[in-house]
């Protein structure tokens, strides 16, 4: 068994104490972007039929509740969806994508965001997400991809003991990322999964939030250094003087990080 496998998995649970937070960092860090991607392009409007996928906070969910109107439906599913508030459109569900029978197909927008990138047998579950669409939908998928390799971790200036207590908790977090099943990889290759699956109609966004300190990204890097403490001090040359550095680095406006790209692939079901 992977170690910390349990422990982190509880950790990064909708239940966990600082559920909350973490939650509300990514929305603010993602739902810009998301928001442009489905009004924009996908064109989500009156009386659409939306599955939310993996909805966590529910802020999507609501979105989309807003604008399908009256005649509109939304599913929120979540292994644990109680951070989804009450909506008379929105049926919040609890789901698990990879066992339990799914909603009734025909949905004319399927939406998992930063879901798929921890399940296995990825490539199936994209495909069949697409094929519970019906004629003309779409499906919108977001994951994030770490270029790290080819483009470092820090864009600011720093000193070599920041340079390298960053990079040992970058590997570190990444370490345990790949033990508790994480792709880093998959965003980038979920549109030739999809193309080769028979979909034609596929595109691909590439943002990347912005990085300074004090930033919901960075923000986010802070909150996992201190859910993820015993770890990073057990399993990596990490000291807790050197925790309190990065920490204090993520709030500093001069500091900025190099952050995930993250891809959003569309694909539109032929009419």
């Not at 349990?6 to 909708?14: A, L, V």
């Not at 604008?67 to 919040?92: F, M, N, Q, W």
């Not at 025909?106 to 921890?118: C, E, K, Q, S």
């Not at 770890?231 to 990080?257: C, Y």
Request: with cysteine; proline share 5%.
């Amino acid at each position: 068994m992977p170690v910390y496998s349990t422990e982190h998995e509880q950790r990064f649970d909708n239940d966990a104490p600082v559920a909350d937070e973490q939650l509300g960092l990514l929305s603010g860090i993602l739902n810009r972007e998301t928001f442009r991607i489905l009004g924009e392009e996908v064109g989500v409007g009156h009386g659409w039929r939306c599955w939310d996928v993996g909805t966590g906070e529910g802020a999507v969910a609501r979105w989309l509740a807003a604008r399908v109107g009256t005649s509109g439906h939304v599913v929120a599913s979540d292994l644990k969806p109680h951070h989804v508030p009450g909506h008379p459109r929105i049926e919040a569900l609890a789901h698990d994508l990879t066992a339990d029978p799914w909603p009734e197909p025909g949905f004319d927008l399927i939406h998992a965001r930063l879901l798929l990138m921890h399940l296995a047998d990825k490539d199936a579950l994209a495909a069949r997400l697409a094929g519970h669409l019906r004629p003309g939908g779409a499906l919108v998928l977001t994951d994030w991809y770490c270029g790290c390799a080819d483009e470092g971790i820090i864009r600011s200036p720093v000193d070599a003991h920041t340079a390298r207590i960053f990079q040992a908790y970058h590997d570190g977090v990444h370490r345990l990322a790949g033990q508790t099943g994480m792709d880093f990889v998959w965003a980038s290759r979920t549109a030739d999964v999809l193309s080769a699956a028979g979909y034609r109609d596929v595109t691909v966004h590439d943002y990347r939030a912005p990085g300074e300190g004090g930033s919901p990204t960075a923000r986010l890097a802070r909150l996992h250094s201190s859910m993820l403490e015993d770890f990073l001090l057990s399993q990596t040359d990490l000291t807790a003087a050197d925790l309190v550095v990065i920490q204090e680095k993520l709030l500093d406006p001069e500091f900025e990080m190099v952050t995930n790209h993250t891809y959003t692939t569309v694909v539109r079901v032929p009419k």
